[in-house]
């Protein structure tokens, strides 16, 4: 009996001996390395301490078996424990050290860059160009009425361009303009000559789309009215103007045509590639009095001239594009490249 009570003591002295000496180990651990081997020595299955202690129990006689049951099983809890908290201290140690080892100096993977639309790019040179010729920037809406559509632009009622089949009408009074001509109305009505502007925007027309056709594309419109402008001006200017554009090497060519707000009125051609090929970039010629009148110019007096051209033409021809549907179809390989 005497020497139970004895025994029973120094083995739960030895329970709170391996409580210390375990939580020390795992404390001190640094690294990795160094917490695996207090693993082992503490909580080993084969020889670690605590299967040594757990060993003890059966020595033990019943009284106090109990009592040294419950006190390993919490040293063995706590020692697991004190185990899995060095463990997540050392692997966060290592990836703050890793952050802090990242080298500054090493070229990161370059962002990509989002880039303007090859229109947007076309559009923005046309202003400048035409800018620096003289020509400041007006707008119109892209919903017009029939008034500067049509009326003041010397196409009466019943004018086959007037169609409902040709036009995207919203009412009867209102539709998507078919031109951007309806901003020469806007202009002239708000200012006295000299006016000398461009406007450039969306059309719409409800054409059935192909390789050259869109129910809606981009013109550049351009108003120039003063005393005394003739159409050597309008050739001069459309001629700069190309060349400024598409380089100097660029053919123009001007063909008698008509439109009911110009007289005389032209197409312009630009030669295409090598093969000598002519495509329409757009229509041109001199304000007809009619027009000058419906805005309160007096014809006696001033002249002008005007010009739509397509933005999608221009911009196809400098880059050698052959399709105008790639630039409605938001393809990022077709996008990338300009
Ligand atoms: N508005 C015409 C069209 O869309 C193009 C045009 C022709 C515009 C002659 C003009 C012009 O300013 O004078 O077909």
Known sequence: MSSADSSAPSALDDLERLLIDGKAAFESAADADALEKARVTFLGLKQGRIKTAQEVLKTLPGPDRKAYGQRFNAVKTALEEACELARLRIESGQASQAVASIDLTVPGAAPRFGRRHPLTQTA??????????????????????????FVALNIPEHHPAREPLDNFYVTPGTLLRSQTSTVQIRVMKKCQPPVRVVALGRVYRPDAVDATHSFMFHQIEGLYVDRNVTMANLKSTLRQFAKSYLGQDVTVRFRPSFFPFTEPSV???????????????????????????????????????????????????????DDIRPFYQNDYRFLNQF
């Open 124 to 149: 923005e040179e046309l202003i400048d160009i035409f800018g620096r010729m003289g020509f400041s920037l007006a707008r119109g809406p892209e919903i017009e009425d029939t008034f500067h559509n």
């Open 267 to 321: 197409e312009v051609d630009m030669q295409w590639d090598a093969s000598g090929r002519w495509v329409e970039m757009g229509g041109a010629g001199m304000v007809d009095p009619n027009v000058l009148k419906a805005v309160g110019f007096d014809p006696e007096i001033y002249s002008g001239f005007a010009f739509g051209l397509g933005i999608e033409r221009l911009c196809m021809r400098r880059h050698g594009i």
